[in-house]
């Protein structure tokens, strides 16, 4: 369009920012990562494997995280395959707009307000005393790993639904009748034909939920009560607590080294398979 | 399956609600509702600490918004002109800048910082020429966590705005080279009103995500409180049904700008394409 | 350098243009007189596109120059270049209404003509293409045959010294299409401008043409007026894309001056006048006979056929589709194998028109039938 001089320049910004608020500080947790600890926190710089050696002593949280996470991804995969398939296939082309529109709303508002809407359900004053009225005693529900994964459920179940529904939407609904013309039972349609072409939705949309799961810190926090520790609240009590920025650096670069494996599994299985 | 569909939908839409209704409850709790009362948004509005984070969230977000717009769409437009490796790390810089959890760009952007201006700031002292008054003191605060937010929103405009111009006609340029518009007039006739939806959808949705934040804004944002920031020490000191009159007007502002967002996105975008 | 015929609004000069390691024009040389209506015809991948961009200024010719009344213009942008295009989906800016759609080339003018005659420009543009109070209308508040003459408006109104049209037509549907076809040719008469077509539609081309471009694989095969194309097709290429026509492959058996006999696959042999065309050949060579649908007779009786046949033959009826003013037969000869008649209703209107299963009598005359060669 205009000379590459002014394209560069035009990338200028861009590339700046990108360099010092993504690359450099990623890089400072991979070299910090590496330190000791100051005496009044910090960082001190060295070279030793010594934080890594020891990330056994957040062994809760990546046991947690490890364990929440994938069970969360799993619900969420649950609740939204039938109603991606639901909005894929049997939603009038009208309404379809407007039900996919509501569905990812909620996920760009606030987090924080709408996971403080289940502190207020799940409380002592809320579904426990609806169910005390009920004649169901004693149901605690705030502060349990219940509560935490019905909180993620809620979070991330749009972030599931997209990805299935585009696969869904793709699928070419000649194939199914042309299934059926060949006497498959509906059951066995689905079965044969649609569930392996969404395969890669469903992929897709895991790897999205698992990953930002990983590094969940406000669920946990506010509907775990500090019972159900994951790796972010660890960093959070690292970095803003004890200061010991060596030993979180190594934690956090753990926690995205989980990530880029997860994604580099994802790529080998269902990008590769696509192609 | 109808009736699986909306139970989905009132599970997303429920505790919306609940904090919507409860807001406008005279009583304090969940399980008692004193009727109606307008009496909670009068608190908020007298508290000047809710109102001073209120103040910054809106500053902060309208800055990050119109940053990361302005860059964003600048490298959406040169990006289309690079080709080859350069354009693989941009794409994989972009995507790692969407897909990393806030937690891991709040830990990493804080120490980075916090270290660069501790090395920076004796250094401004020592070499401040001094008819400019005293020498800047660097510090984590507003400019921090907008830093920070564009980084993210800039690298999501970039996606939303590449989607948009490599959805547009390429004939609209030739027309207009073709009726004796040169390069830059075309750029200014053409290809800006056709990309502006987008923009003001990346505008839009940048602000949106600068204002709802939590966790970035909690590691960077130094003394500076922001309203997700107070939202969440206040549910740390117990639930007040204050929480659910900010709360109310948090989501009524992020509804109102996403639905707009949508708007422009899909409605403008399918008109210009059937033509 | 070579130069340019001073009376050509376009001219090409041994021009090719390569996108890597495609060639989608070779060698192309080719002069459009001012005030004529030429068309490109050829299926998609011929070349016609691309030669077109190539006046217009979006794609530069690897080799080669192109002039424009005389200048070459290799290297000029489009917006430097005073040729305009009606493309293939209009192009309408949609931001923009029809009024400001129409007047965007103007406006671009430096210095930029003042408003007032902007707006008496457009009015008259409007007028001429028929959409006369449409000037704040939207463009997708308007039918596709109404964004078709908004993008001619929008053209012309710059009077341009070519007006390039790059399948105009084919976004509409078939009565739309014949209408604007007529259109179309009376507004070049009246405006005068030349006018560059391109489309892959032979009847479209023919039609509206003075003179028709044909080509083929990224090169010309055969230029000439409508009637010279269909009349003399320089090969069975042409044959074949200008109207339709039987084929029947054979070769050379005895040339002279007068005539020619072919002895074809099947063992027939046929007699044909010879031309100046046919001055190459010798015998032995491979060659077809072409013959068009209308030119083959049909009798019940021997005495009903014209003396000088080049040949008489007994085929069968397959098919018969009645179109009106003629009648279409698919005939069948056990030698011959299948092929078309198109029968004029008046000759069938003293007699019964003919049955299907019915053997009749087939011929055509010497003169009619075309000896190409087979490439």
New interface residues.
Partial sequence: ??G?WA??L??V???V??L???????L??II?SFGERGTAGG?VPAFTLEQYANLSARFTAFKNTLLLAPTGTFLCLL?AY??AY??AV?VHPKWK?LLL??????F???????T??????L?G??LP??LGFLGIEGVRLINTPTAVLIGIV?AY??LMVFPVYVSLEKLDKRLLEAASDLGSSPIEAFRNVTLPLSIPGVATGCMLVF??L?????IPA?LGGGKVFFI?NA??DL??QSRN?AY??AV?AT??II?LVT?SIYMKLVVRNQQ | MRIYTLAVYLFLYIPIGIIVLFSFNAGRHASDFHGFSIKWYGTVLANPFAMEALATSLIVASTTAVLASIFGTMAALALQKVKGRIRAIYDAAIYIAIMIPGIVIGIATLIALVTAFKFLNPVLENFWPGFLGDAPHLNMGYASVIASHTMFTMALVIVIVRARISGMDRALIEASADLYATPWRTFWQVTLPQIFPAILAGFLLSFTFSFDDFIIAFFVAGTETTLPLYVFSSIRRGVTPEINAIGTMVLTVSLTLLITAQFLLRGRGSQSSTQ | MLSADTDAVVSFRNVTKRYGDVTAAAHLDLDVTAGEFLSFLGPSGCGKTTSLRMIAGFDQPSEGEVFLEGQRVNGVPAYRRPVNMVFQHYALFPHLNIEENVAYGLKQRAPKPPSKEIEMRVGEMLELVQLSGFNKRRIWEMSGGQQQRVALARALINKPKVLLLDEPLAALDRKLRREMQIELQNLQRNVGITFVLVTHDQEEALSMSDRVCIMREGKIVQIGSPLDLYDRPINRYVADFVGKSNFFDGAIDRIDTTAVNVKLDCGLMIKANTGPDLESFESGDPVCISVRPEQVILARKEEQLPADCGVKIKARVMNRIFLGEHTEYLLRDEKLGEFLVLSPRQNERSERPFDKDEVVLAAWSRDTALVLSSE
């Avoid at chain 1, 608020?21 to 990623?26: A, E, F, Q, R, S």
């Avoid at chain 1, 403080?116 to 359900?121: C, D, E, L, N, T």
């Avoid at chain 1, 990983?214 to 406000?218: A, K, N, T, V, Y």
Wanted: aromatic residues 16%.
């Fill in positions: 369009m205009y590459s394209n560069r035009l990338l910004p861009a590339t920012w990108l010092v608020m993504l690359v450099l500080p990623l400072v947790v910090f960082y609740v039938p109603l639901f909005l049997k707009t529109v509501m569905i990812i709303v909620p760009w508002t606030s987090i924080l307000i709408r403080y809407a289940w502190i207020f359900i409380g004053q809320g005393k609806v809620y179940l749009p990953i930002l990983m590094g969940e810190f406000l506010l972010g960093l959070v970095f803003l920025w979180g650096s956090a926690l995205v990530m994604v």
